[in-house]
């Protein structure tokens, strides 16, 4: 695979470093989470529902010796995932001016909602914090709503966990000309916001020129919005162009003549409506049945469980099923030589791992003991799980 021989230690975490290091581990990287002990890493293992492909060291930061032995581990990583708030990693005494030095190569990646300065740099925030500051919270949502987080995608995982992967990736290319690590500030803030660009650069284009929800892109128009079906169900409309709205006019049985402009804002409101009574008379299915050999750019919305039993998606695997029976997307995107294979296997246990990984990069079994009856390490008894 793409990212076979690369070596990432991912500090345990919630949401956007798990998605990071599971992209990695994904396409080829040899993944190991270094855990807290099991008894304080209870709520933060059930959190990582992103473990594929991904082994587990369990191990006390907290204690000198725990720091000592992810310095150590840094010393044979290409790439270190650090999920904590600002100042954690360099009290602990592992701060990137420390594990740099004792490894030029080392690809030191900083995942945070707010970056590593500025006015916020060490306060706590969630998702919708990280894009409210971004601004582009205040563009999501309808007309005379509140404005509304599409849940935690935006910032935690595009913004923060794709962001924060692509940057490893580019300071690996980089680093195969230079042979130098570097330091990654992901700022969840800044990710969303630089995704944002669009928005930001049409702001002169007459896009964004009426309140919220009421433009061409965030439900305004009645071309660009979903529709509930009659049985309960909804159909996703995006016909933008002029051929495609034409189509769209067509399905649904009007006559494009008899009615307002596409781009009649005024009449926008009344649009909606029209449409709305129009799919309300069929099933999402009957629609489909109508929508589907065109170019109308109408879909059904689909759950979960519908989207991974879709005939295009059936027919281009986008789904997998892994050995305990848990269905999740397959990695994207598809390469042609090298493409991703993910793991099948379950999620590891917290510090299952531990023994093995250790040996691999250099202790013995001696030092291992000692870390151990200091609990300084946990070593998983596997019998005792399954």
């Not at 990069?361 to 200091?374: H, Q």
Request: glycine residues 10%; aromatic residues 8%.
């Amino acid at each position: 695979m793409a990212l076979s021989g690369v070596r990432v230690l991912e500090l345990a975490g919630l949401a956007p470093a798990p998605l990071c290091g599971m992209i990695l581990a994904d396409f080829g990287a040899q993944v190991v989470r270094v855990d807290r002990l099991s008894q304080s890493a209870a709520a933060s293992a059930h959190g990582d529902v992103q473990a594929r492909g991904k082994r587990s060291l369990a191990l006390d930061l907290k204690q000198p010796q725990g720091a000592a032995v992810l310095r150590r581990l840094c010393g044979g990583a290409d790439v270190l995932i650090e999920p904590f708030r600002h100042g954690v990693m360099e009290r602990l005494g592992l701060g990137p001016e420390v594990l740099l030095q004792e490894n030029p190569r080392l690809i030191y990646a900083r995942l945070t909602g707010f970056g590593q300065t500025g006015k916020y740099a060490k306060s706590a925030g969630h998702d919708i914090n990280y894009m409210a500051l971004s601004g582009v919270l205040s563009k999501l949502g309808r007309k005379n709503e509140n404005p509304f987080p599409p849940v935690n995608l935006l910032a935690d995982f595009a913004g923060g966990g794709v962001m924060c992967a692509l940057g490893i990736l580019i300071a690996l290319f980089e680093r195969a000309k230079s042979g130098k690590g570097q330091v990654i500030d992901a700022s969840m803030v800044e990710g969303v916001s630089y995704l944002s660009s669009f928005l930001w650069k049409t702001q002169n284009l007459g896009l964004w020129d009426q309140p919220r929800g009421e433009n061409l892109l965030d439900s305004g128009a009645p071309f660009y919005e979903t529709y509930r079906t009659s049985d309960g169900k909804y159909m996703a409309v995006g016909a933008i162009e002029p051929k495609f709205y034409n189509q769209l006019i067509k399905g649904l049985g009007l006559n494009l003549d008899e009615l307002p402009a596409q781009l009649s804002f005024s009449h926008w409101p009344e649009m909606k409506k029209k449409f709305a009574s129009i799919f309300a008379q069929k099933t999402q299915a009957e629609w489909c049945s109508i929508f589907d050999s065109t170019d109308a750019c109408v879909t059904p919305v689909l759950s979960f469980e519908d989207a991974a039993s879709h005939q295009h998606n059936k027919e281009r695997s986008s789904f997998i099923k892994n050995d305990p029976g848990e269905i999740s997307p397959r990695p994207a995107p598809v390469l042609s030589r090298t493409p991703a294979v993910p793991s099948c296997k379950r999620d590891p246990f917290v510090g299952e791992h531990t023994e093995d990984i250790l040996l691999e990069y250099g202790f013995t079994k001696e030092e291992i003991a000692k870390l151990r009856s200091d609990k300084t390490i946990e070593i998983k008894d596997l019998k005792a799980s399954l």
